[in-house]
């Protein structure tokens, strides 16, 4: 963003606002956006509003990793109001999930065929072996050990993915939705630091209540969900009220350079589909 972009974008808040940052979805964001949100930037930048009387930090915390635990302090430190939970490990079993399940039938009936193929040719070289010289036994034998071992190893794979994998699993759908709730007495705009569609829901509903909604995400991590709510506040004529706002526009006053941790786990709203890029809030408010 050029000086001149930063200096141009602000939010419209309308009286007393509260922020609310879902941090799994926030800090997901970060590999494809090439750059991280700071906890403390965010937090100062937020500040700067007059209108901001609160902002809530929603972190899921490893305990046994310390960058975990060292994001829940930081967001502490910064002035959130945090609310953290410790993640859970859910086994999975991949050939038991409708998304997986017809793929990995698929590459077992596959990988048995493989087998089945190297079988019939170990037992066709040894059909050869009356046919050649004895000098060429140790090459088929050779032969067939490659064979032998690769089935070994196609065993070992299909084995290995009957095994359930480590899901890490800590959603705060339920804890910020409650909390929204509670407060929503207290507050006229809310800015909510999340793409995932699965909010899209409790957002209409604060509009229909006659609420602000901020929904701040990233390109590419905007719930297909808030296409349809965005068309659905225009019929209505509520679209002042909602309004979508990439991260980008952010990027000089909350921007941090670090590095992402190697296991960290991105937001679940990785997959969701990509939002429209805007120049504005009110940009937004008129597509």
């Not at 100062?44 to 809530?56: I, L, N, P």
């Not at 170990?122 to 050649?132: C, F, G, M, Q, V």
Request: proline share 2%; with cysteine; aromatic share 10%.
């Amino acid at each position: 963003m050029n000086n001149k972009a930063k200096e141009e974008f602000k939010f419209r808040l309308s009286g007393k606002t509260l922020v609310v940052v879902d941090w799994a979805n926030v800090h997901g964001w970060s590999k494809s956006l090439k750059w991280n949100v700071g906890i403390g930037e965010l937090f100062s930048y937020m500040k700067s509003y007059v209108e901001v009387f609160e902002q809530r930090f929603y972190h899921g915390v490893d305990s046994k990793k310390e960058w975990s635990c060292e994001i829940k302090e930081d967001a502490s430190n910064a002035g959130f109001t945090v609310v953290s939970k410790e993640v859970k490990w859910t086994p999975v079993y991949l050939n038991k999930q409708n998304h997986f399940k017809k793929v990995i039938k698929e590459l077992f009936d596959v990988l048995d065929e493989i087998k089945i193929t190297n079988s019939d040719i170990a037992n066709s070289l040894y059909t050869l072996k009356d046919k050649i010289e004895d000098s060429s036994y140790e090459l088929i034998g050779q032969q067939d050990q490659k064979l032998k071992t690769l089935n070994e190893s196609i065993d070992e794979l299909q084995k290995n993915l009957q095994e359930p994998v480590l899901r890490m699993k800590c959603d705060f759908d339920v804890e910020i939705a409650r909390d929204i709730f509670n407060l929503s007495n207290d507050f006229s705009t809310l800015v909510l630091f999340s793409g995932d569609g699965d909010y899209s829901a409790l957002v209409e509903d604060l509009v229909l209540k006659g609420k602000k909604i901020i929904v701040v995400f990233a390109p590419g991590h905007k719930g297909k969900e808030y296409e349809l709510l965005v068309e659905e506040m225009k019929k209505k004529g509520l679209s002042y009220k909602l309004f979508m706002c990439t991260v980008e526009h952010l990027k000089g006053d909350i921007a941090l350079e670090t590095t992402i941790p190697p296991d960290f786990s991105g937001g679940r709203d990785k997959d969701n589909v990509a939002g429209l890029d805007t120049k504005s809030q009110e940009s937004v408010d008129n597509e």
